[in-house]
Each structure stands twice: as C-alpha cells, then as structure tokens.
C-alpha cells in the first residue's frame, strides 16, 4: 500500500512540475525553441523537462530561471521569496554602510541604537 501511495504522490509531483515549467515559459511569452536558445540546450529537453515533468539538470537551473524572469526556488516549485523592505533615503545609506562593518562593530552600532531607542521610548511614554 505505501508504494503505492508513494508512486500516486511522485506521479503528481511529476505533473506539477511539467505544468510549472510549461506555465513559467507561457507566462514569459517565450517558446520551447527560444528558451533552448537563451540556455544553450536542444528544445527537445525541454520538451522532455516539460511532459515527463523532470526537474532540469542542476547546471541549466539558474540559467532557465534567468531566462524565464523568476528565481530558481520558483523554478522548482517553491514560494517566491518575499520582499523584505529596506528604508530608504540616508537611514538606508547608514544601514548599508553598518552591513559593511565588521561584526564586532556592528554589534557596537546596534548596542548604541537600542540604548538610543530605549531612552526614545521612555521619554515617548513620559516615564
């Protein structure tokens, strides 16, 4: 019974995985042949990737993620990461700058920030 089950849940996988590829080039606007171009591959194998539902191999991932306009984690059927936003404006020119500090001063500037928002935050509150 499990291996039944196991070839029910592989076979779906299979399928997913044939219609993502075949839906992310589709929704690129873009063919079989001219993806195969763009990655340097026959458009077989991606006739092949596309109906057997195979993942391509490792070294055409991110090369066809490029191609399709999407991260390679999407390509293999993962969430699209989301967007973490930064500040902007000098506040983001100063972060940038901190990210390029080595660890024992970041954690200097950081120390400095929570002491700074900690006496924000009391005199905020009137305490």
Known sequence: MQEVFTNILHDVDMAKAASR????REAAGISQRELARQI???QSNIQFWENAGRVPRSDVLAPM???????VEELLGEP???RVAKPGGKLGQVFESVSRLPRRQQQKVIEMAEGF????QVSANGH
């Open 117 to 120: 928002l900690s006496l924000h």
């Open 21 to 24: 590829l075949k839906a992310l």
């Open 40 to 42: 340097g591959e026959r």
């Open 65 to 71: 993620a490029k191609a399709l306009g999407v991260t």
């Open 80 to 82: 699209k990461p989301k």
